[in-house]
């Protein structure tokens, strides 16, 4: 499961866990996610995220 992290608030949405706000449901991948969901702190659209590495290590791209 891959992070990704708010360029802005550094909010990190973490695909395990999901998201509020609208809620998102644990397990909901980068890619499920819709194109208009944003920060559910400070509004950043999903585009500005980036992926964030730091917790377990590998990805599979
Ligand atoms: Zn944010």
């Known amino acids: 499961m891959a992070k990704y992290i ?3 608030c550094d909010y990190l949405y973490d ?3 999901g998201g ?4 998102i449901e644990p397990g909901t991948t ?7 969901w944003h920060c559910p702190h400070c509004g950043e659209p ?3 995220f ?3 590495r730091r917790a377990d ?3 599979d791209d």
Request: hydrophobic share 15%; net charge negative.
């Open 15 to 17: 695909e395990y866990y």
């Open 30 to 36: 980068w890619e499920q996610l819709p194109e208009d």
């Open 6 to 8: 708010c360029p802005t």
């Open 57 to 59: 290590g590998k990805q």
């Open 20 to 23: 509020p706000a609208p809620k």
């Open 50 to 52: 980036e992926l964030c």
């Open 46 to 48: 999903k585009k500005y």
